[in-house]
């Protein structure tokens, strides 16, 4: 392997953490999570994705993922805005 084709790997790399963890870190707190029984940590980080997902889907309102996450939180409105881009396959 050369010097520019590892390049390209290690951008990709980072360009995953950037896009995805640092999204769950800023957001949504992920590295001051003190959930640690059982399958917890697994079923809220599942959840948490699941959010990142939806919030990014939602382009009405240009803020970040924090922001649209503690907009939520205010009114049902804006909540049900980005939990009708839930695909659930019921009808």
Same mark, same amino acid.
């Given at each position: 392997?050369? /010097? =520019?084709?590892?390049?390209?790997?290690?951008?990709?790399?980072?360009? *995953?953490?950037?896009? $995805?963890?640092?999204?769950?870190d800023i957001g949504f707190r992920e590295d001051e999570s003190?959930?640690? /029984? =059982?399958?917890?940590?697994?079923?809220?980080?599942?959840?948490?994705? *699941?959010?990142?997902? $939806?919030?990014?889907?939602?382009?009405?309102c240009k803020m970040g993922i924090a922001s649209k996450r503690k907009k939520c939180g205010y009114g049902p409105d804006y909540l049900?805005?980005?939990l009708g881009g839930l695909n659930t396959g019921l009808d």
């Open positions: 392997m050369g /010097a =520019g084709e590892y390049g390209k790997c290690k951008r990709a790399h980072w360009g *995953i953490e950037n896009s $995805l963890h640092w999204v769950l003190r959930i640690r /029984a =059982g399958n917890a940590a697994e079923n809220v980080n599942v959840l948490r994705h *699941i959010g990142t997902n $939806l919030l990014k889907q939602e382009k009405s049900y805005k980005v």
